[in-house]
Structures are given as structure tokens and as C-alpha cells.
Nanobody, 127 residues
Framework: QVQLVESGGGLVQAGGSLRLSCAAS????????MGWFCQAPGKEREFVAA????????YYVDVAKGRFTISRDNAKNTVYLQMNNLKPEDTAVYYC????????????????????WGQGTQVTVSS
């Protein structure tokens, strides 16, 4: 079992930055692939970024490339999402997710591939 708790969301002006954190409790965090998803009002949950457990390979949705960075600190059982140059269309609830242990990255954009989810943190970007 893995419990995930997100933090770091808030209100920011367009062009600003936020760093989301996801603290994991439970065993063997280092063997879980991690992902970030977002859900805007009236829309389905969408993939944002993911990081593998084996070699820290990262994956991004096209609109996040060059602006967002996913990273992990296994010593702290934490995964991060650094978000720069934020845009109003980034406004959403952001969720942290874990899959594993020992999972490959096939279907990394598909939320059904992830076993565990956090409660979400709101990100609001004003224009």
C-alpha cells in the first residue's frame, strides 16, 4: 500500500511558477513509477508527466514540455512537479499517482495503469 499526499498548489499569475510535491508513505517507494495528472472543471483527468522507477526516465504531455519538470527524491519518498511559465489553461486540480512496484512504463499516459492516487491540489493561474 502507498499513501500519497500532494502539496504546493495555489494561486499564481500567468508566467509564474509553482512546485508541487507529493509525499509517499508506505514501502518501496523507489520501485514505484510516479505520475502527475490534472483535471480541469468539466473535463476528464489528463496526463501531465511521469517518471520511471528504474532509471528516472521522464515523460511529458506536449503542452508541458519545456515548462514542467518532474523529478523524484527517493531518500525523501517524494516526487515533484516544477511548473514554470504557467498559463491560465494550466488551471486544474493536480493529482499524484503511483504504479508498481517494479512496473514498466507501458501506457504511462493512461490513468488506469496507476494503482494509487493522492487527493489532489488546486492550481489556479490568473491572467
Amino acid at each position: 500500500q502507498v499513501q500519497l499526499v500532494e502539496s504546493g498548489g495555489g494561486l499564481v499569475q500567468a508566467g509564474g511558477s509553482l512546485r508541487l510535491s507529493c509525499a509517499a508513505s508506505g514501502r518501496a517507494f523507489s520501485r514505484y513509477a510516479m505520475g502527475w495528472f490534472c483535471q480541469a472543471p468539466g473535463k476528464e483527468r489528463e496526463f501531465v508527466a511521469a517518471i520511471s522507477w528504474s532509471d528516472n526516465t521522464t515523460y511529458y504531455v506536449d503542452v508541458a514540455k519545456g515548462r514542467f519538470t518532474i523529478s523524484r527524491d527517493n531518500a525523501k519518498n517524494t516526487v515533484y512537479l516544477q511548473m514554470n511559465n504557467l498559463k491560465p489553461e494550466d488551471t486544474a486540480v493536480y493529482y499524484c499517482a503511483a504504479r508498481g512496484p517494479g512496473s514498466g512504463m507501458r501506457g504511462y499516459m493512461d490513468d488506469v495503469r496507476y494503482n494509487y492516487w493522492g487527493q489532489g491540489t488546486q492550481v489556479t493561474v490568473s491572467s
